[in-house]
């Protein structure tokens, strides 16, 4: 008897030894198993995670390293025997157990590379529901959805497809933007590397839905195994009839590609993306015209993240009302959201929108992995507001987190411990953002390289009331002024961390001549 046995093939899980795990049961096990590369389950602390098919269901043991397997085997791994690696039923696991996962239905659960798999776990459900619907309709559903753009700016997707499907022209195109570089963020690629038709197919109904005919993945160099897996499910997809000249049989003409970034933050912008697209530097343009009208090579485009289009398929295959049965206010359905950082259980929870910020990181996450006590909490990228423990109640909600001075982005919540320096952390947003500026506004270009240098005084207590004074007016210039984003949020980790943990911006005088950092070069040669 062939038992199945599932080891993931996510980055996570290889960095930590999944392929020498994979090849020690090739070795010991032999024909006795039948082995599947499965994505991860996001509970990265136990990874590599081992799961056995058994009658009772999949069993998970964890982590296992290769030195562990020979007596893993040995103990009745194979028949699901209890061991000190033993976790129980996977599904049953607590971290688990209370998601409600939708987006991420299948990561971990298939064979990512399987479209037999797939579709007996509910695949392509979605594409033939939009098929057998006039793209107006498939764009109410999505509109009825209230499903929000989930790479950070929360515009609802409905409306952006309404006005593809509008624009007049004879060449439209669907852009999945997965320049996934905000620290503390991994849904995407988890996504993509764990279950990647669910992205083809969530592009292919937008292309249905707007008369697309060409898509393009923009997806960052930094992840090689995406690259790779996603490819290889493109050309399975084409050889399934899900991609090509007649999708499913139907008059959907699809051509899906990959296009692999350079690695600049930028291009996370839909327009530097664009830009980037086309053989050009990431460059942000101005807007209007919106992409929507005028995007990649001037046509109508689609421009949505990883996450909005992987939640596509579930709502077409369920309905637009099911899914907003999900979530609270404004903000529709789940999101992923990702635990980094200093904390004890990190990885991925899908949950409806209304979960709070203490149920995440203290009830998912564990607290701090020093075992220290928390004392804020970045959510929503390095552009991100810190918040601090006093507002743990917070709700995961578009609306409820803008009010408090802060967003939610792209689910991305990274901890931090009572060591931290807030100073520190305010200097390194701006210096981030000098460093990754494209360089094509002043308050942008220009401001991040004043803000670094200004809290360089600071930190060094010279004049520190004045200099405060002085990076709040740069802030607001910066919020104000700059082009786009990029520019624009830098400040809410800076006023954050000012407002929250003020007393780590007010240091000792220092006596006499006080030696600075020497100006720093910002992009184009800009001081």
Not at 346 to 357: D, H, S, Y
Not at 404 to 415: E, F, I, Q, R, S
Request: proline share 5%.
């Amino acid at each position: 008897m062939t038992t199945t046995v599932y080891v993931p093939r996510d980055s996570a899980a290889l960095s930590v030894g999944a392929d020498e795990v994979a090849e020690r049961l090739r070795a010991v096990a032999g024909d006795r198993i039948r082995l599947v590369r499965n994505g991860s389950r996001g509970m990265l602390w136990l990874e590599p995670l081992v799961e056995v098919e058994t009658g009772r269901g999949r069993l998970a043991y964890g982590p296992v390293r290769p030195e562990d397997v020979d007596g893993l085997v040995a103990a009745g791994l194979l028949d699901g025997a209890e061991t000190d690696h033993s976790l129980g039923l996977t599904e049953d696991l607590p971290w688990l157990r209370d998601q409600q996962r939708i987006t991420f239905a299948r990561v971990g659960v298939t064979d990512p590379l399987s479209a037999a798999d797939y579709e007996r776990h509910g695949g392509i459900a979605g594409l033939r529901n939009a098929l057998g619907k006039a793209s107006a309709h498939v764009v109410e559903e999505v509109v009825e959805s209230g499903l929000r753009g989930r790479g950070g700016a929360g515009f609802p997707a409905g409306i952006k497809w309404k006005t593809v499907l509008g624009a007049q022209d004879d060449l439209k195109f669907v852009c999945c933007n997965a320049d996934e570089g905000d620290s503390g963020t991994f849904a995407d690629r988890m996504l993509m590397e764990g279950d990647p038709f669910t992205l083809i197919e969530g592009m292919t109904i937008a292309a249905h839905a707007v008369g697309a005919t060409e898509g393009y993945v923009y997806l960052r160099s930094e992840y090689p195994d995406a690259i790779a897996i996603l490819r290889s499910a493109i050309e399975i997809a084409y050889a399934h009839n899900w991609l090509g000249d007649s999708v499913l049989g139907s008059e959907l003409k699809f051509d899906l590609f990959v296009r692999v970034g350079a690695g600049a933050y930028i291009c996370g912008e839909e327009t530097s993306m664009l830009d980037s697209l086309e053989g050009k530097r990431g460059m942000v343009r101005a807007k209007p015209p919106i992409p929507a009208l005028e995007g990649l090579f001037g046509r109508p485009t689609v421009v949505n993240n990883v996450l909005t289009l992987g939640a596509v398929p579930m709502v077409l295959a369920g309905g637009g009302a099911a899914y907003a049965d999900h979530g609270v206010g404004r903000s529709r359905g789940t999101q992923v959201f990702q635990l980094g950082g200093n904390v004890a259980r990190g990885g991925i929870v899908e949950a409806p929108f209304g979960i709070t910020l203490g149920e995440l990181v203290n009830g998912y996450g564990g607290g701090t992995r020093t075992g220290r006590p928390i004392r804020a909490v970045q959510v929503g990228g390095p552009l991100g507001a810190y918040v601090p423990v006093d507002q743990f109640s917070l709700r995961m909600d578009y609306e409820e987190f803008a009010a408090a001075g802060a967003m939610v982005g792209h689910g991305g919540v990274v901890v931090f411990d009572d060591t931290v320096d807030m100073a520190s952390m305010a200097r390194f947003a701006m210096e981030f953002c000098a460093v990754e500026s494209c360089g094509k506004c002043t308050p942008c270009r220009v401001g991040a390289v004043r803000g670094k240098e200004t809290l360089d005084k600071i930190i060094a207590g010279v004049d520190t009331e004045e200099n405060l004074a002085l990076l709040e007016d740069l802030c607001e210039l910066m919020t104000d002024g700059s082009l786009c984003a990029m520019g624009g949020l830098t400040p809410m980790p800076v006023r954050s961390a000012v407002k929250h943990f003020g007393e780590d911006f007010h240091r000792s005088p220092v006596a006499g001549p006080v030696a600075l950092p020497m100006p720093t070069v910002g992009p184009n040669g800009s001081k």
